[in-house]
Protein backbone atom coordinates (compact mmCIF):
# COMPACT_ATOMS: atom_id res chain seq x y z
CA UNK A 1 0.00 0.00 0.00
CA UNK A 2 0.82 3.64 -1.13
CA UNK A 3 0.95 6.01 1.75
CA UNK A 4 -0.94 9.41 1.37
CA UNK A 5 -1.57 12.59 2.65
CA UNK A 6 -3.77 15.36 1.96
CA UNK A 7 -2.97 18.94 2.75
CA UNK A 8 -6.05 20.93 2.87
CA UNK A 9 -8.76 18.29 3.68
CA UNK A 10 -11.93 20.62 4.51
CA UNK A 11 -12.62 21.74 1.24
CA UNK A 12 -14.95 20.13 -1.08
CA UNK A 13 -11.89 18.78 -3.58
CA UNK A 14 -10.39 17.24 -0.27
CA UNK A 15 -13.32 15.25 0.42
CA UNK A 16 -13.47 14.36 -3.30
CA UNK A 17 -10.10 12.90 -3.09
CA UNK A 18 -11.01 11.03 0.29
CA UNK A 19 -14.06 9.37 -1.62
CA UNK A 20 -12.19 8.41 -4.48
CA UNK A 21 -9.10 7.10 -2.58
CA UNK A 22 -10.83 5.45 -0.01
CA UNK A 23 -12.30 2.57 -2.43
CA UNK A 24 -8.90 2.70 -4.56
CA UNK A 25 -7.36 -0.44 -3.21
CA UNK A 26 -4.06 0.38 -3.76
CA UNK A 27 -3.16 3.64 -1.59
CA UNK A 28 -3.86 4.28 2.36
CA UNK A 29 -4.60 7.97 3.21
CA UNK A 30 -2.49 8.11 6.47
CA UNK A 31 -2.86 11.96 7.00
CA UNK A 32 -4.98 15.31 6.18
CA UNK A 33 -4.80 18.28 7.63
CA UNK A 34 -6.80 21.07 8.52
CA UNK A 35 -5.65 23.95 11.05
CA UNK A 36 -9.35 24.49 11.70
CA UNK A 37 -10.85 21.13 12.41
CA UNK A 38 -7.91 19.49 13.54
CA UNK A 39 -8.66 16.74 15.97
CA UNK A 40 -11.78 16.22 14.50
CA UNK A 41 -12.89 12.84 12.83
CA UNK A 42 -13.54 13.17 8.77
CA UNK A 43 -16.92 11.43 8.48
CA UNK A 44 -18.15 14.07 11.36
CA UNK A 45 -17.49 16.59 8.65
CA UNK A 46 -18.20 14.40 6.00
CA UNK A 47 -20.71 11.71 7.02
CA UNK A 48 -20.80 10.46 3.24
CA UNK A 49 -17.03 8.81 4.35
CA UNK A 50 -18.94 6.99 7.73
CA UNK A 51 -17.52 3.52 7.17
CA UNK A 52 -15.44 4.17 4.62
CA UNK A 53 -12.16 6.22 6.31
CA UNK A 54 -11.21 6.34 9.73
CA UNK A 55 -9.00 9.59 9.93
CA UNK A 56 -8.88 12.53 12.13
CA UNK A 57 -8.17 15.85 10.36
CA UNK A 58 -4.77 16.96 11.73
CA UNK A 59 -2.61 20.51 11.81
CA UNK A 60 -0.50 20.34 8.68
CA UNK A 61 2.00 20.64 11.74
CA UNK A 62 2.04 17.78 13.37
CA UNK A 63 1.07 15.20 9.91
CA UNK A 64 4.04 13.32 9.44
CA UNK A 65 3.60 14.23 5.46
CA UNK A 66 7.30 13.24 5.13
CA UNK A 67 6.24 9.55 5.20
CA UNK A 68 4.24 9.73 2.37
CA UNK A 69 4.60 8.60 -0.82
CA UNK A 70 2.53 11.29 -2.05
CA UNK A 71 0.57 14.16 -1.11
CA UNK A 72 -1.90 16.27 -2.31
CA UNK A 73 -2.43 19.95 -1.84
CA UNK A 74 -6.17 20.65 -2.03
CA UNK A 75 -5.50 24.22 -0.65
CA UNK A 76 -6.05 27.97 -1.88
CA UNK A 77 -3.80 29.39 -4.40
CA UNK A 78 0.01 30.71 -2.86
CA UNK A 79 -0.03 27.58 -0.72
CA UNK A 80 1.68 24.64 -2.04
CA UNK A 81 4.50 27.24 -3.37
CA UNK A 82 5.19 27.98 0.36
CA UNK A 83 5.37 24.10 1.80
CA UNK A 84 5.33 21.83 -1.17
CA UNK A 85 9.48 22.06 -1.29
CA UNK A 86 10.08 21.01 2.00
CA UNK A 87 8.25 17.47 0.53
CA UNK A 88 9.85 17.47 -2.58
CA UNK A 89 13.46 17.65 -1.07
CA UNK A 90 12.45 14.69 1.29
CA UNK A 91 11.42 12.58 -1.75
CA UNK A 92 7.95 12.97 -1.52
CA UNK A 93 5.63 12.93 -4.74
CA UNK A 94 3.57 15.84 -4.99
CA UNK A 95 0.19 17.14 -6.53
CA UNK A 96 -1.02 20.67 -6.53
CA UNK A 97 -4.63 21.05 -7.16
CA UNK A 98 -4.29 24.64 -6.75
CA UNK A 99 -2.38 26.96 -9.80
CA UNK A 100 0.90 27.73 -8.59
CA UNK A 101 2.61 25.25 -10.47
CA UNK A 102 0.65 25.89 -13.85
CA UNK A 103 1.82 28.39 -15.61
CA UNK A 104 5.63 28.67 -17.12
CA UNK A 105 5.60 32.10 -17.45
CA UNK A 106 6.34 34.14 -13.93
CA UNK A 107 5.62 37.15 -15.01
CA UNK A 108 2.10 35.85 -16.21
CA UNK A 109 1.33 34.05 -13.14
CA UNK A 110 2.21 36.73 -10.76
CA UNK A 111 0.26 38.72 -12.99
CA UNK A 112 -2.92 36.89 -12.43
CA UNK A 113 -2.61 35.55 -8.64
CA UNK A 114 -1.28 38.75 -7.65
CA UNK A 115 1.49 37.40 -5.51
CA UNK A 116 5.40 36.97 -6.25
CA UNK A 117 5.67 33.12 -6.75
CA UNK A 118 7.90 31.63 -3.52
CA UNK A 119 9.54 28.50 -5.46
CA UNK A 120 9.98 29.84 -8.94
CA UNK A 121 13.16 26.50 -9.40
CA UNK A 122 10.09 23.99 -9.44
CA UNK A 123 7.45 25.68 -11.74
CA UNK A 124 9.76 24.85 -14.83
CA UNK A 125 10.25 21.14 -13.06
CA UNK A 126 6.04 20.45 -12.92
CA UNK A 127 4.53 18.66 -15.19
CA UNK A 128 1.18 19.71 -16.34
CA UNK A 129 -1.31 17.29 -15.36
CA UNK A 130 -3.73 16.94 -18.31
CA UNK A 131 -2.61 13.11 -19.22
CA UNK A 132 -4.33 13.20 -22.49
CA UNK A 133 -1.35 15.81 -23.68
CA UNK A 134 1.45 14.81 -20.94
CA UNK A 135 1.39 11.17 -19.69
CA UNK A 136 5.05 10.26 -20.06
CA UNK A 137 5.82 13.54 -18.78
CA UNK A 138 3.81 12.91 -15.62
CA UNK A 139 4.78 9.38 -15.26
CA UNK A 140 8.18 10.76 -14.35
CA UNK A 141 7.27 13.39 -12.78
CA UNK A 142 7.72 14.60 -8.95
CA UNK A 143 5.62 17.48 -8.91
CA UNK A 144 2.17 17.89 -10.56
CA UNK A 145 0.16 20.76 -11.54
CA UNK A 146 -3.25 19.70 -12.06
CA UNK A 147 -5.41 22.09 -14.00
CA UNK A 148 -8.41 24.10 -13.74
CA UNK A 149 -11.60 23.14 -14.03
CA UNK A 150 -12.73 25.40 -16.58
CA UNK A 151 -9.40 24.42 -18.62
CA UNK A 152 -9.95 20.70 -18.40
CA UNK A 153 -13.09 20.76 -20.25
CA UNK A 154 -11.89 24.12 -22.49
CA UNK A 155 -9.17 22.23 -23.05
CA UNK A 156 -9.83 18.60 -24.40
CA UNK A 157 -12.39 20.19 -26.30
CA UNK A 158 -10.11 22.02 -28.04
CA UNK A 159 -7.25 19.67 -28.73
CA UNK A 160 -7.89 17.76 -32.06
CA UNK A 161 -8.52 20.87 -34.07
CA UNK A 162 -4.98 23.12 -32.85
CA UNK A 163 -2.73 23.19 -35.45
CA UNK A 164 -5.04 22.59 -38.06
CA UNK A 165 -4.87 24.99 -41.19
CA UNK A 166 -8.46 25.22 -41.61
CA UNK A 167 -9.59 26.72 -38.59
CA UNK A 168 -9.08 30.33 -37.43
CA UNK A 169 -7.17 29.91 -34.42
CA UNK A 170 -7.62 34.07 -33.47
CA UNK A 171 -10.50 33.89 -32.22
CA UNK A 172 -11.63 30.94 -30.43
CA UNK A 173 -14.37 31.69 -27.81
CA UNK A 174 -15.19 29.57 -24.84
CA UNK A 175 -18.55 30.22 -23.25
CA UNK A 176 -18.08 27.77 -20.08
CA UNK A 177 -20.75 27.30 -17.43
CA UNK A 178 -19.68 26.12 -13.79
CA UNK A 179 -21.50 24.45 -10.56
CA UNK A 180 -21.19 26.29 -7.86
CA UNK A 181 -19.31 24.05 -5.87
CA UNK A 182 -16.58 25.20 -8.23
CA UNK A 183 -16.27 28.56 -5.95
CA UNK A 184 -15.39 26.19 -2.62
CA UNK A 185 -16.79 25.18 0.47
CA UNK A 186 -16.29 28.88 1.64
CA UNK A 187 -17.53 30.81 -1.20
CA UNK A 188 -18.56 34.75 -1.65
CA UNK A 189 -22.05 35.25 -1.14
CA UNK A 190 -22.96 35.53 -5.20
CA UNK A 191 -21.82 32.45 -5.38
CA UNK A 192 -23.65 30.22 -3.14
CA UNK A 193 -26.47 27.82 -4.10
CA UNK A 194 -29.30 30.44 -2.87
CA UNK A 195 -27.88 33.18 -4.44
CA UNK A 196 -27.35 30.98 -8.18
CA UNK A 197 -30.51 29.57 -7.71
CA UNK A 198 -33.18 30.31 -10.33
CA UNK A 199 -30.79 32.54 -12.04
CA UNK A 200 -27.46 32.40 -14.47
CA UNK A 201 -24.86 34.92 -14.43
CA UNK A 202 -22.00 35.79 -16.41
CA UNK A 203 -18.89 36.53 -13.50
CA UNK A 204 -15.36 37.63 -14.32
CA UNK A 205 -16.07 39.08 -17.20
CA UNK A 206 -13.29 41.62 -17.21
CA UNK A 207 -10.80 38.69 -17.20
CA UNK A 208 -10.55 34.78 -15.58
CA UNK A 209 -6.98 33.63 -14.66
CA UNK A 210 -8.39 30.14 -16.52
CA UNK A 211 -7.84 32.35 -19.55
CA UNK A 212 -4.37 32.40 -19.85
CA UNK A 213 -3.70 28.67 -18.34
CA UNK A 214 -5.91 27.64 -21.83
CA UNK A 215 -3.74 29.75 -24.00
CA UNK A 216 -0.48 28.26 -22.48
CA UNK A 217 -1.52 24.80 -23.83
CA UNK A 218 -3.31 25.62 -26.96
CA UNK A 219 -0.15 27.79 -28.07
CA UNK A 220 1.85 24.94 -27.17
CA UNK A 221 0.10 22.27 -29.29
CA UNK A 222 -0.89 24.49 -32.36
CA UNK A 223 2.66 25.77 -32.16
CA UNK A 224 1.56 29.59 -33.33
CA UNK A 225 -0.54 32.91 -31.67
CA UNK A 226 -3.76 32.03 -30.39
CA UNK A 227 -7.28 34.18 -29.65
CA UNK A 228 -9.45 33.71 -26.97
CA UNK A 229 -12.21 35.29 -25.55
CA UNK A 230 -13.14 32.95 -22.12
CA UNK A 231 -16.24 33.83 -20.44
CA UNK A 232 -17.34 31.97 -17.24
CA UNK A 233 -20.77 31.37 -16.47
CA UNK A 234 -22.30 30.36 -12.87
CA UNK A 235 -25.39 27.95 -12.93
CA UNK A 236 -27.64 26.90 -10.43
CA UNK A 237 -26.40 23.45 -10.05
CA UNK A 238 -24.12 21.79 -7.50
CA UNK A 239 -21.32 20.32 -9.76
CA UNK A 240 -20.76 20.36 -13.55
CA UNK A 241 -18.96 22.31 -15.97
CA UNK A 242 -20.19 22.55 -19.71
CA UNK A 243 -18.22 24.67 -22.14
CA UNK A 244 -19.35 25.51 -25.55
CA UNK A 245 -16.49 26.22 -27.58
CA UNK A 246 -16.97 27.96 -30.60
CA UNK A 247 -14.43 27.97 -33.69
CA UNK A 248 -14.46 29.86 -36.65
CA UNK A 249 -13.22 27.75 -40.00
CA UNK A 250 -11.14 29.61 -42.35
CA UNK A 251 -11.59 26.59 -45.23
CA UNK A 252 -13.92 23.73 -45.84
CA UNK A 253 -12.26 21.03 -43.22
CA UNK A 254 -10.57 18.27 -45.64
CA UNK A 255 -11.35 15.93 -43.01
CA UNK A 256 -14.51 14.29 -41.01
CA UNK A 257 -13.71 16.31 -38.25
CA UNK A 258 -16.17 13.63 -35.87
CA UNK A 259 -13.82 10.84 -36.74
CA UNK A 260 -10.94 13.29 -36.35
CA UNK A 261 -12.48 13.66 -32.36
CA UNK A 262 -12.99 10.15 -32.47
CA UNK A 263 -9.60 9.33 -33.87
CA UNK A 264 -7.95 11.65 -31.35
CA UNK A 265 -9.47 10.30 -28.44
CA UNK A 266 -9.50 6.35 -29.07
CA UNK A 267 -7.34 5.40 -26.87
CA UNK A 268 -8.20 7.65 -23.70
CA UNK A 269 -10.06 6.23 -20.98
CA UNK A 270 -11.49 9.31 -19.73
CA UNK A 271 -12.72 11.08 -22.70
CA UNK A 272 -15.94 10.34 -24.73
CA UNK A 273 -16.43 11.23 -27.96
CA UNK A 274 -20.22 11.03 -28.31
CA UNK A 275 -22.25 10.32 -31.87
CA UNK A 276 -23.08 13.29 -34.21
CA UNK A 277 -26.21 14.69 -32.65
CA UNK A 278 -26.21 13.50 -28.99
CA UNK A 279 -25.89 16.46 -25.97
CA UNK A 280 -23.52 15.93 -23.42
CA UNK A 281 -25.61 16.59 -19.82
CA UNK A 282 -23.72 17.25 -16.89
CA UNK A 283 -25.34 15.08 -15.31
CA UNK A 284 -24.00 11.92 -16.91
CA UNK A 285 -20.66 12.68 -15.83
CA UNK A 286 -21.58 14.09 -12.44
CA UNK A 287 -19.33 12.28 -9.75
CA UNK A 288 -17.18 10.26 -12.47
CA UNK A 289 -13.59 10.85 -14.22
CA UNK A 290 -15.34 11.19 -17.57
CA UNK A 291 -14.74 14.18 -20.12
CA UNK A 292 -17.68 14.07 -22.61
CA UNK A 293 -17.73 15.95 -25.69
CA UNK A 294 -19.94 16.93 -28.87
CA UNK A 295 -18.82 18.01 -32.16
CA UNK A 296 -21.89 20.55 -34.26
CA UNK A 297 -21.83 22.28 -37.44
CA UNK A 298 -24.70 24.48 -36.99
CA UNK A 299 -26.43 25.00 -40.29
CA UNK A 300 -23.58 24.10 -42.09
CA UNK A 301 -22.10 27.25 -41.78
CA UNK A 302 -18.71 28.67 -41.00
CA UNK A 303 -18.65 28.23 -36.99
CA UNK A 304 -17.53 24.86 -35.49
CA UNK A 305 -19.00 23.96 -31.86
CA UNK A 306 -17.64 21.56 -29.60
CA UNK A 307 -19.69 20.76 -26.44
CA UNK A 308 -17.71 19.44 -23.61
CA UNK A 309 -19.12 18.82 -20.06
CA UNK A 310 -17.23 17.29 -16.75
CA UNK A 311 -17.87 17.24 -13.45
CA UNK A 312 -15.84 19.78 -11.64
CA UNK A 313 -14.67 18.18 -8.67
CA UNK A 314 -13.72 14.81 -10.60
CA UNK A 315 -11.92 15.13 -13.95
CA UNK A 316 -11.63 18.98 -13.06
CA UNK A 317 -10.00 18.76 -9.89
CA UNK A 318 -9.87 15.23 -7.63
CA UNK A 319 -10.50 13.11 -10.01
CA UNK A 320 -7.60 14.25 -13.13
CA UNK A 321 -5.56 14.20 -9.62
CA UNK A 322 -6.25 10.65 -8.98
CA UNK A 323 -5.50 9.76 -12.40
CA UNK A 324 -2.35 11.93 -12.17
CA UNK A 325 -0.74 10.10 -8.71
CA UNK A 326 -2.09 6.47 -11.03
CA UNK A 327 0.49 7.42 -13.40
CA UNK A 328 3.04 8.76 -10.35
CA UNK A 329 2.93 5.79 -8.31
CA UNK A 330 2.92 3.11 -11.33
CA UNK A 331 -0.82 1.96 -11.12
CA UNK A 332 -3.24 1.35 -13.76
CA UNK A 333 -4.76 4.86 -15.10
CA UNK A 334 -8.28 3.94 -14.13
CA UNK A 335 -7.67 2.53 -10.73
CA UNK A 336 -10.27 3.60 -8.33
CA UNK A 337 -11.90 5.84 -10.99
CA UNK A 338 -13.92 3.18 -12.75
CA UNK A 339 -17.37 4.86 -12.05
CA UNK A 340 -20.70 5.49 -13.87
CA UNK A 341 -22.71 8.86 -13.65
CA UNK A 342 -25.63 9.75 -11.31
CA UNK A 343 -28.94 8.96 -13.25
CA UNK A 344 -31.32 10.84 -12.95
N1 LIG B 1 -13.81 23.49 -6.23
C1 LIG B 1 -13.46 23.15 -7.46
O1 LIG B 1 -14.29 22.78 -8.30
C2 LIG B 1 -12.03 23.18 -7.88
C3 LIG B 1 -11.04 23.65 -7.05
N2 LIG B 1 -9.74 23.68 -7.46
C4 LIG B 1 -8.69 24.19 -6.61
O2 LIG B 1 -8.45 23.27 -5.55
C5 LIG B 1 -8.02 23.96 -4.39
C6 LIG B 1 -8.93 23.56 -3.25
O3 LIG B 1 -10.23 24.03 -3.49
P1 LIG B 1 -11.50 23.62 -2.61
O4 LIG B 1 -11.46 22.19 -2.29
O5 LIG B 1 -12.65 24.19 -3.31
O6 LIG B 1 -11.31 24.27 -1.19
P2 LIG B 1 -10.86 25.46 -0.40
O7 LIG B 1 -9.90 26.28 -1.17
O8 LIG B 1 -12.01 26.11 0.20
O9 LIG B 1 -10.11 24.56 0.73
C7 LIG B 1 -9.06 24.95 1.33
C8 LIG B 1 -8.47 23.88 2.25
O10 LIG B 1 -7.14 24.24 2.46
C9 LIG B 1 -6.89 24.43 3.87
N3 LIG B 1 -5.99 25.58 3.96
C10 LIG B 1 -6.27 26.88 3.69
N4 LIG B 1 -5.18 27.65 3.86
C11 LIG B 1 -4.18 26.81 4.25
C12 LIG B 1 -2.82 27.02 4.60
N5 LIG B 1 -2.25 28.22 4.58
N6 LIG B 1 -2.08 25.95 4.96
C13 LIG B 1 -2.62 24.71 4.99
N7 LIG B 1 -3.92 24.46 4.67
C14 LIG B 1 -4.68 25.51 4.32
C15 LIG B 1 -8.27 24.66 4.46
O11 LIG B 1 -8.35 24.18 5.77
P3 LIG B 1 -7.88 24.99 7.06
O12 LIG B 1 -8.10 26.45 6.72
O13 LIG B 1 -8.72 24.50 8.17
O14 LIG B 1 -6.45 24.64 7.21
C16 LIG B 1 -9.16 23.78 3.57
O15 LIG B 1 -9.14 22.46 4.03
C17 LIG B 1 -8.11 25.46 -4.70
O16 LIG B 1 -6.84 25.93 -5.06
C18 LIG B 1 -9.03 25.50 -5.90
O17 LIG B 1 -8.77 26.61 -6.74
C19 LIG B 1 -9.38 23.18 -8.67
C20 LIG B 1 -10.32 22.70 -9.54
C21 LIG B 1 -11.73 22.70 -9.21
C1 LIG C 1 -17.84 28.82 -9.89
C2 LIG C 1 -16.48 29.30 -9.55
O1 LIG C 1 -16.28 30.29 -8.87
N1 LIG C 1 -15.48 28.59 -10.01
C3 LIG C 1 -14.13 28.92 -9.73
C4 LIG C 1 -13.35 27.76 -10.21
C5 LIG C 1 -11.94 27.99 -9.90
C6 LIG C 1 -11.23 26.83 -9.46
O2 LIG C 1 -11.73 25.82 -9.15
O3 LIG C 1 -9.96 27.09 -9.41
P1 LIG C 1 -8.88 26.38 -10.22
O4 LIG C 1 -9.58 25.44 -11.14
O5 LIG C 1 -8.18 27.46 -10.92
O6 LIG C 1 -8.02 25.73 -9.25
C7 LIG C 1 -13.68 30.20 -10.41
O7 LIG C 1 -14.07 30.43 -11.55
O8 LIG C 1 -12.86 30.91 -9.85
Not at 212 to 233: K, M
Request: aromatic share 6%; charged share 20%.
Amino acid sequence: MKKIGIVGGTGYTGVELMRLLARHGGVEVVAITSRGEAGMPVDILYPNLRGALSLRFSTPDDADLTACDLVFFATPNGVAMQQAPALLAQGVKVVDLAADYRIRDLDVWSKWYGMTHASPEWVGRAAYGLPELYRDEIRSAQLVANPGCHVTAATLGLLPLMGQEWIDHGQLVVDSKSGTSGAGRKAEVPMLMAEAGESFRVYAAEGHRHQPEILQTLVAVSERPVGLTFLPHLVPMVRGIESSIYIPLRDEPPVDVQALFEDYYADEPFVDVMPPGSYPETRSVRGNNLCRVAIYRPLGGSMLVVSSVIDNLVKGAAGQAVQNMNLMLGFPEDQGLDLIGLAP
